[in-house]
């Protein structure tokens, strides 16, 4: 499906709470496609035209998890750079920020958590993980059993294959997450934790005193930051400085 309105796009990731924010100027146009295989797995496929701030929560009993398309441009997720090369978990109850680019081509898969090795205790950390092998074969195998299922018509009709689909999937998810790739090269998570909750604590002040006007000295005091950090935690979260942040938040 298309869309020319982000709400509207943002509201087929039903439980996540998702919210986006346009940052780039234009009209935005996007594509929204999902795959149902009963309530196991959904398989979302989205891309947009415009920079956005994304927002989203894990409902419990769940898992997530997103990987770019080949030739999408890179984004930036909790504070951390991703590429086509990297997987982004995000496991039931975790929170998800940040930017996707202008042109931005992404899979999003939510699972049902029980089909994870002991319900999924072992991935309860959100990250992102840097691994091109098993990117490009979490890549590979979605494009490959989509397709199959497209060709069928609807995986409704074929319950048994849907099923060993999603098992597959949530077999690979658990191989990349508990057992780390030789290249997984994101070591600055605590740093981009850190940024994060400055990011997050600065939002929200934002937004609760837009209406009387914004003085950055006053967030920044807020916060408990100086300028340079709450610029820096900007621009690593959503890619915007702090002279975007007017727009951003109107």
């Not at 494009?143 to 689909?165: C, D, I, T």
């Not at 999603?166 to 990349?176: G, M, P, T, V």
């Amino acid at each position: 499906m298309r869309y020319d309105d982000i709400d509207a796009q943002a509201a087929h990731f039903k439980g996540y709470g998702q919210q986006y924010q346009q940052l780039s100027r234009g009209r935005f146009e996007g594509r929204f496609s999902s795959f149902d295989f009963g309530p196991d797995l959904t398989v979302h496929f989205e891309r947009a035209n415009r920079d956005l701030a994304q927002s989203a929560q894990t409902p419990a009993g769940r898992f997530g998890a997103c990987i770019l398309e080949n030739a999408s441009p890179a984004c930036a997720l909790n504070a951390l750079p991703v590429t086509p090369d990297d997987i982004v978990i995000f496991p039931g109850r975790r929170s998800l920020e940040g930017k996707t680019s202008e042109g931005m081509s992404i899979f999003c898969l939510d699972l049902e958590a029980r089909l994870l090795p002991d319900d999924g205790a072992q991935m309860r950390s959100a990250g992102v993980r840097h691994d091109p092998l098993r990117a490009a074969q979490l890549r590979e195998y979605l494009a490959a059993g989509l397709s199959a299922f497209v060709s069928l018509g609807s995986p409704s009709g074929y319950s048994a294959s849907a099923r060993g689909f999603a098992a597959s999937l949530a077999d690979l998810l658990w191989q990349i997450t508990v057992q780390p790739g030789p290249d997984d090269l994101h070591v600055d998570r605590q740093g981009g934790m850190r940024r994060l909750r400055v990011y997050r604590r600065a939002r929200d002040f934002i937004r609760h005193e837009l209406g009387d006007g914004i003085c950055i000295t006053a967030v920044c005091r807020e916060v408990g930051v100086s300028r340079r950090s709450l610029e820096g935690a900007f621009r690593s979260v959503i890619g915007v400085s702090l002279g975007g942040v007017n727009y951003f938040f109107l």
